[in-house]
């Protein structure tokens, strides 16, 4: 990007789905980025780019990876519907304690820093689109369900804390359905794209009338660095999704349509995922923030997105040999 000063960033999560993105983006531009996960990449990690495997909870060795770090992308997380599941205990100690150690080590480095959340802090609020100071409303803590959601809040909650008491330069950005390249198959399309290419039928889960916002990678990544980037973000949220609230049944609908696929099943979450599972019916954001304040808008059309994405699995040998996991 022409007349940007180059930056030394931090990116956890960064051998995850959207953290490969960012960090692309990133070095493309001239910054000097170091990933801090506690997985390698998946595939040869992108050149120029240090990687410092270890988790969030050790703190030691996120200070060291983030020592001289002007800005850190917080995304390293517990993600997905089969992981809240199975995981709950991790979910809310790696979302929680992990952010809080990568919050200290940002104020220390006097960096400015941007935290992943997720619409699912809205939980099943029904005043769709929701606004960033839209309320929350959640099911009961019996059900794991809700323990991605709280976690999430809590990171926020820690962020807005630490910028208080210590000065600390933050911005919470909520992402809504992003999808796209790279994406593991536990979610809704890139399960669809990765079944459709390995010759299985697709599955729309209770009719497929739940609808969501998809946003492609790229305009996720685009809001993320204006986050960092813009002054007026400072000690702000934004929604970062797109408005086009599409069903689940259509967007399985065009996958099938751009694959060539013919067979779609549909299936009961309940018998599928357990009465711990529920799921929502909208999910929409209010964009008109990020917006106003980061210029920011998505770009990319579903079907767009979903050429981009399908074009990538093709190929893609080794993404397409992962094994399809779970639902979401
Ligand atoms: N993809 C979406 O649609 C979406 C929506 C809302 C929010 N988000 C948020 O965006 C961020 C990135 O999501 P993603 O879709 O790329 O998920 P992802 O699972 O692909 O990436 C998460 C990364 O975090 C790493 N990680 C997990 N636990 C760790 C630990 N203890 N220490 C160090 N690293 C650890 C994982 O190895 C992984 O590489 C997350 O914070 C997530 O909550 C994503």
């Given at each position: 990007m022409s007349g940007h000063t180059p930056r030394r960033v931090l990116v956890t999560g960064g051998s995850g789905f959207l953290g490969h993105h960012l960090v692309e983006r990133l070095r493309d531009r001239g910054d000097e980025v170091t990933v801090f996960d506690v997985?390698?990449?998946?595939?040869?990690?992108?050149?120029g780019v240090r990687f410092v495997e270890g988790d969030l909870r050790d703190e030691a060795a996120l200070e060291g990876a983030g020592r001289g770090a002007e800005v850190v992308y917080h995304l390293a997380a517990v993600v997905g519907v089969d992981q809240y599941l199975a995981r709950p205990l991790d979910v809310v100690d790696i979302n929680f304690s992990g952010t809080r150690n990568v919050l200290g080590v940002a104020a220390r480095a006097g960096a400015k820093v941007v935290l992943a959340s997720t619409s699912e802090v809205f939980g099943k609020n029904p005043a769709v689109p929701w606004r960033e100071d839209g309320d929350r409303v959640l099911g009961p803590t019996t059900s794991d369900r809700w323990s991605y959601s709280s976690s999430k809040a809590l990171a926020e909650h820690l962020t807005f804390a630490f910028a208080r008491r210590h000065g600390l330069d933050a911005t919470v950005v909520r992402y809504f359905n992003v999808y796209g390249p790279r994406q593991r198959p536990a979610y809704v399309v890139s399960r669809s794209v990765h079944r459709a290419l390995n010759g299985r039928p697709l599955v729309v889960y209770d009719g497929g009338r739940q609808t969501r916002c998809f946003t492609f990678v790229d305009d996720a990544v685009t809001g993320t660095i204006r986050a960092a980037d813009e002054?007026?973000?400072?000690?702000e949220v934004f929604n970062i999704g797109s408005m086009a609230e599409t069903s689940v049944g259509t967007v399985v609908g065009l996958v099938a349509e751009l694959t060539g696929t013919t067979s779609v099943v549909d299936v009961d979450t309940t018998a599928a995922l357990g009465e711990s599972y529920e799921d929502l019916g909208r999910r929409v954001p209010d964009n008109a923030k990020a917006a106003r304040v980061l210029g920011w808008r998505p770009e990319t059309s579903l079907r767009d997105g979903l050429v981009r994405t399908i074009e990538w699995a093709r190929a893609s040998d080794w993404w397409l040999a992962l094994p399809d996991s779970g639902a979401g």
């Open positions: 997985s390698a990449p998946r595939r040869a990690a992108c050149a002054p007026a973000a400072s000690g």
